[in-house]
């Protein structure tokens, strides 16, 4: 069975500082490790996947996560945060035909 | 290339009632899924289907069905309406033809409001 813990609900940043969303995973199988992220009224868009090979990933839009098999974990990272990037962060791990969910993260950055 | 698109986006029915939401996948996408989100549970697995056959289901009553055409289009119908069932269901497409879903594509969503 899989599991995905997140470990802050809210995290309030003031805008172009730095960010980390953490995340914890269990996982009998192989991982396959994604943030997703949810703007207000929307669907949930793909950041960034982690299916195999080197453990940084990055998005197109500055975000990067580090996958660490040691620690289980997948935390998100963004070094200057826009105003923008305010939404709710999602870690996901990939079971039986399905994807496990975190609690979520919401980010607020602060002007 | 056209999105996951799901119809409709908002509706409000009446407990006792069923209701019937629509997702149309991306073209060549054979796998969809559906997960319900609410502000207390999150976002759980409701159902997945791939070529029409329900490949695994999430721990949620037989008050909640699904199907898949053969045109790769599903629906997911909820029966005797509970308040509790207020949610955003979220439909999301993939490839996924190994079970693996290396990338999952979300519609929109449909807004549920039973009252």
């Known amino acids: 069975a899989q599991s995905v813990t997140q470990l802050d609900s809210q995290v309030p940043v003031f805008e172009e500082a730095p960010v980390e969303l953490r995340c914890n995973y269990s996982?009998?199988?192989?991982?396959?490790l994604f943030w997703y992220v949810q703007y207000p009224n929307q669907g949930l868009q793909l950041l960034l996947k982690?299916?195999?090979?080197?453990?940084l990933v990055e998005s197109i839009n500055g975000f990067e996560a580090e996958f660490n098999k040691s620690q289980t974990s997948f935390h998100l990272r963004k070094p200057s945060v826009h105003i923008s990037d305010t939404a709710e962060y999602f870690c996901?791990?990939?079971?039986?035909?399905?994807?496990?969910f975190g609690k979520g993260t919401k980010l607020s950055v602060i002007p | 290339k056209a999105g996951v698109t799901q119809t409709p986006r908002y509706l409000i029915k009446t407990r006792g009632q069923q209701v019937t939401l629509s997702c149309s996948p991306i073209?060549?996408?054979?796998?969809v899924s559906w997960y319900q989100q609410t502000p207390g549970q999150g976002l759980q697995f409701l159902f997945e289907y791939f070529s029409e056959t329900q490949r695994n289901k999430g721990n949620f009553p037989g008050r909640f069905s699904g199907r898949q055409f053969s045109n790769s289009r599903s629906e997911m119908n909820v029966s005797t309406l509970e308040l509790g069932d207020s949610a955003l269901y979220l439909c999301?497409?993939?490839?996924?033809?190994?079970?693996?879903?290396?990338?999952?594509?979300f519609g929109q969503g449909t807004r549920l409001t039973v009252v």
């Open positions: 073209s060549g996408h054979r796998s």
């Open positions: 996982s009998s199988v192989s991982v396959y």
């Open positions: 996901a791990v990939v079971g039986s035909y399905q994807l496990t």
């Open positions: 982690y299916l195999s090979g080197s453990t």
């Open positions: 999301a497409s993939s490839l996924a033809s190994n079970g693996v879903n290396t990338e999952a594509f």
